[in-house]
């Protein structure tokens, strides 16, 4: 296993609730869903984390137990929390948000001093050639 979630400890090879841990993050959701901001719902919990940190724990579906991990979270008030953020982030103009690629500028004209030399290996031939280029237009 590579990372054991915020609120759970190993013990024995067995996920047990670290109990100072799974307070805090009950009290982060009340705290959300109480209107605060995720990093200030967070630091309020006292959970030191930035706001895409605190987003991810509320996203954590292994608080809702599952075969490994014991439940932290009930499943109406986790149900809650995601509709708070789905809403909040509608609101934002944040949901279905597309990056947008940035056109990639190939110039296709240029200009090349002399070629004098010519080399057997292709790759230093290329390097060559590139290095002859003096100017370049779109």
Do not use: C, W
Not at 124 to 131: D, F, G, P, R
């Amino acid at each position: 296993m590579g990372h054991t979630p915020f609120g759970y400890k190993i013990e024995n090879g067995i996920a047990v609730i670290d109990q100072p841990a799974a307070d805090k993050l009950r009290q982060l959701y009340k705290n959300y869903l109480s209107g605060m901001s995720l990093s200030k719902a967070a630091a309020a919990a006292g959970i030191k984390t930035y706001h895409g940190t605190a987003k991810r724990l509320m996203e954590t579906a292994h608080y809702l137990g599952d075969g490994f991990y014991p439940a932290i979270i009930d499943k109406g008030t986790y149900q809650k929390a995601q509709e708070e953020r789905k809403r909040r982030a509608t609101a934002l103009g944040r949901n279905n948000k597309q990056t947008q690629m940035r056109k990639i500028q190939i110039p296709t004209h240029f200009h090349m001093g002399e070629v004098t030399a010519l080399y057997d290996n292709p790759v230093k031939q290329a390097e060559y050639l590139y290095s002859r280029i003096e100017s370049e237009s779109k």
